[in-house]
């Protein structure tokens, strides 16, 4: 994808936010209510003091032109993992998304814009045994891309500490921890960690460090 139109995604990533919020008050039964549809137990939480890494990454094709065969989210998830150690689970669609990049694109939009929660492949783990939970990816349209946001609808994390980790070509976190904040609002989120994609590809050592750094700050 050309620079120029990643740029305008980035900008536009923030401005689909809205519309995700206009389109969930749109298909809302109850009257103008903006409420994400996240699923609530009401039955007693036993929370263990695990830790979970989740995280979703799209490796093949990716920005600016380039072949992952690990995604870029993907290898600070392993960094994270060789310190804080506990369990994985990587989030991977039933069904891939393109192996083309601009096809992608068009299609994490129209996600987003209609509201879809794509299907997870694998069963997603039950986190009740975890108190901690690592929670990432790429910045897709200034938010989760929409598979991730089906992992969050079908898991209640309100009662756990939650710690973002995105990568993304400009946008920083974009809307995320807007997002993580509607679907989690009672959770105890700490400082996430944000990296450019190209960077963490470029040099894997100097996010490795960078990835410690933050960690420790958090006394990991
Ligand atoms: C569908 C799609 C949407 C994207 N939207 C944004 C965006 O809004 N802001 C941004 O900075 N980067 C955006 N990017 C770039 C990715 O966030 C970046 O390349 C990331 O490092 C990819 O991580 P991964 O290898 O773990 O999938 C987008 C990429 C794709 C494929």
Not at 7 to 18: E, M, Q, V
Not at 171 to 186: R, T
Request: hydrophobic share 35%; charged share 20%; net charge negative.
């Amino acid at each position: 994808m050309e620079r120029r139109k990643l740029l305008g995604l980035i900008t536009a990533g923030a401005a689909s936010f809205g519309g995700l919020l206009a389109v969930n008050a749109q298909n809302s039964s109850a009257s103008d209510s903006l409420e994400i549809p996240v699923n609530r137990s009401s039955r007693p939480i036993k929370r263990g003091n695990k830790t979970l890494v989740v995280y979703y990454s799209k490796t093949g094709r990716n920005y600016p032109d380039l072949e992952l065969t690990v995604g870029n989210t993907a290898r600070i998830a392993h960094f994270i993992h060789a310190r804080v150690g506990g369990d994985v689970f990587e989030i991977v669609p039933k069904r891939p998304y393109p192996v083309d990049y601009d096809q992608t694109v068009d299609q994490a939009q129209r996600e987003e814009s209609q509201n879809v929660y794509p299907a997870i492949k694998e069963m997603v783990p039950d986190t009740d045994p975890y108190s901690t939970i690592f929670l990432g990816h790429p910045v897709w349209w200034g938010e989760q891309p929409m598979v991730v946001q089906t992992f969050m609808r079908d898991r209640d994390l309100n009662y756990g500490t939650i710690i973002p980790f995105v990568t993304h070509e400009g946008s920083g976190f974009g809307n995320s921890l807007d997002v993580l904040d509607q679907y989690y609002p009672e959770a105890r989120v700490l400082d996430g960690f944000s990296a450019r994609g190209t960077d963490v590809y470029d040099n894997p050592g100097a996010a490795r460090r960078d990835v410690n750094a933050w960690l420790e700050g958090l006394g990991f």
